[in-house]
């Protein structure tokens, strides 16, 4: 069974920093793409990174470009997100994604998500 | 940016089929999918491909694209498929969601 929990949510002030965690099981975490969505309060999905099997690319939405940083650890199946210089804007709960990218066949989509953890940016 | 626009809400009775758009320039020339989220929970994959089904999902849940709109139909809707639905495609290495619909069993 595909699993994939999400930690290291919480309440950080306008300007600080946080790190998610995403613990994946059930599955090959090396043969994957990995992403994290977000989903502000009340509001709609948006995607935030990816990041390629091997850690060798990566995207990030431009809200975040230079702040946030995605990586994993294959060793340790798991996958994170960087969060600096946070803002009240970023306030949302953080979904990881097994992330079905293939550039061959134009298919880009996420067949499993965590539970999510919640990021509270405020003063 | 690639934008992708859906009605914000469709209503529908119990049995009878709901249809969600997803518009956006040229989408029939990508893939689209669609998820669905439930109050409080995580979002779950219902279509992929245009019109591809995952493991699990009922066959009332089928989907298609073409031109500039995609496609989410619920045949025979029951109460459990009261939910938020979204489309996504992929766009200059972005993924993008659509607006988001919800639909109300009445």
């Known amino acids: 069974e595909v699993q994939l929990v999400e930690s290291g949510g919480g309440l950080v002030q306008p300007g600080g920093s946080l790190r998610l965690s995403c613990a994946a099981s059930g599955f090959s975490f090396t043969s994957y793409w990995m992403t994290w969505v977000r989903q502000a309060p009340g509001k709609g999905l948006e995607w935030v990174a990816n990041i390629k099997e091997d850690g060798s690319e990566k995207d990030y939405v431009d809200s975040v470009k230079g702040r946030f940083t995605i990586s994993r650890d294959n060793a340790k199946n798991s996958l994170y997100l960087q969060m600096n210089s946070l803002r009240a804007e970023d306030t949302a709960v953080y979904y990881c994604a097994r992330d079905l990218h293939d550039g061959r066949y134009g298919t880009y989509y996420f067949d499993f998500w965590g539970q999510g953890t919640l990021v509270t940016v405020s003063s | ?106």
């Open chain 2, 1 to 106: 940016s690639y934008e992708l626009s859906q009605p914000p809400s469709v209503s529908v009775s119990p049995g009878q089929t709901a249809s969600i758009t997803c518009s956006g320039d040229k989408l029939g020339d990508r893939y689209a999918c669609w998820y669905q989220q439930k109050a409080g929970q995580s979002p779950v994959l219902v279509i992929y491909e245009d019109s591809r089904r995952p493991s699990g999902i009922p066959d009332r849940f089928s989907g298609s694209n073409s031109g500039n709109t995609a496609t989410l139909t619920i045949s025979g809707t029951q109460a459990m498929d009261e939910a938020d639905y979204y489309c996504q495609a992929w766009d200059s290495s972005t993924y993008v969601f659509g607006t988001g619909t919800t639909v109300t069993v009445l």
